[in-house]
T-cell receptor, first 113, second 113 residues
Framework: GESVGLHLPTLSVQEGDNSIINCAYS??????FIWYKQESGKGPQFIID?????DKRQGQRVTVLLNKTVKHLSLQIAATQPGDSAVYFC????????????FGGGTRVLVKP | GAVVSQHPSRVICKSGTSVKIECRSL??????MFWYRQFPKKSLMLMAT?????????EQGVEKDKFLINHASLTLSTLTVTSAHPEDSSFYIC?????????FGSGTQLSVL
C-alpha cells in the first residue's frame, strides 16, 4: 500500500489469517528491494529482501513476491500473530545509487485477536 | 545483522538550543551511516549520508549548517540539530550499511518547545 493523504492505509487481519501487504515502487531500474517492519516508537526492522532477478523469496512465515512488469512488490505473512501488528515499509534500491534506499509510504497492520 | 544503538531515545529541548544524537555500530565497523527523519504516520526521508573520515553528503533541501553530522570513527556518527525550533520536532533514525542491507537504530524522538 501507499500512503494517501495524511494517514497510513491500514490492513486489519484476524489472528491466524494470512496478511498480504502491497507496494508499488517507482523506479524500473531498481534492482534490490527490502521489506521493513516498524513498531511504534522504534526504528525499522529488516524482514526480508529480494533481488530483481528473482520473483519470489521465502523466509520464516513471510514471502515476498516481485512483479517487475507492473513494478509491484508484496509481502505475505502467514498465520498472522498479534506481534505482527506494526507499520510495514517497502524500500527500493538501485545498485548504481549505492545504498540510498527509497521508502514507500507504509501500511499499518492491525491484528485482531 | 549489524546491531545499532541510538541515543537518546527521547529528548525535549527549548527552542534555540542544540541537541546531539549519537548512533553507534556495536558489532560492525561502519564506514557509511545514514540519517533519516520521519514525521508521524509518514515514511522515512533520507537526510544525509555520513562517511567516516570525510564530510557528510546531504540530500536536497536539507540544511547542512542546521543538521551537523560527524562520523569521526568507524563505530560512531553524531547528528547535531543546531538552534532547534519547533518545526525540527521529529523522529530521527540512523542506519548502518552492512553489505547492501541497512540496519536501523531505535530512533530518537525530538520535541522542541
Amino acid at each position: 500500500g501507499e500512503s494517501v493523504g495524511l494517514h497510513l492505509p491500514t490492513l486489519s487481519v484476524q489472528e491466524g489469517d494470512n496478511s498480504i501487504i502491497n507496494c508499488a515502487y517507482s523506479n524500473s531500474a531498481s534492482d534490490y528491494f527490502i521489506w521493513y517492519k516498524q513498531e511504534s516508537g522504534k526504528g525499522p526492522q529488516f524482514i526480508i529482501d529480494i533481488r530483481s532477478n528473482m520473483d519470489k523469496r521465502q523466509g520464516q512465515r513471510v514471502t515476498v513476491l516481485l512483479n517487475k512488469t507492473v513494478k509491484h512488490l508484496s509481502l505475505q505473512i502467514a498465520a498472522t500473530q498479534p506481534g505482527d501488528s506494526a507499520v510495514y515499509f517497502c524500500a527500493e534500491n538501485m545498485e548504481a545509487a549505492g545504498n540510498k534506499l527509497t521508502f514507500g509510504g507504509g501500511t499499518r497492520v492491525l491484528v485482531k485477536p | 545483522g549489524a546491531v545499532v544503538s541510538q541515543h537518546p531515545s527521547r529528548v525535549i529541548c527549548k527552542s534555540g538550543t542544540s541537541v546531539k544524537i549519537e548512533c553507534r555500530s556495536l558489532d560492525f565497523q561502519a564506514t557509511t551511516m545514514f540519517w533519516y527523519r520521519q514525521f508521524p504516520k509518514k515514511s522515512l526521508m533520507l537526510m544525509a549520508t555520513s562517511n567516516e573520515g570525510s564530510k557528510a553528503t546531504y540530500e536536497q533541501g536539507v540544511e547542512k549548517d542546521k543538521f551537523l553530522i560527524n562520523h569521526a570513527s568507524l563505530t560512531l556518527s553524531t547528528l547535531t540539530v543546531t538552534s532547534a525550533h519547533p518545526e525540527d520536532s521529529s523522529f530521527y533514525i540512523c542506519s548502518v550499511e552492512q553489505g547492501e542491507k541497512l540496519f536501523f537504530g531505535s530512533g530518537t524522538q525530538l520535541s522542541v518547545l
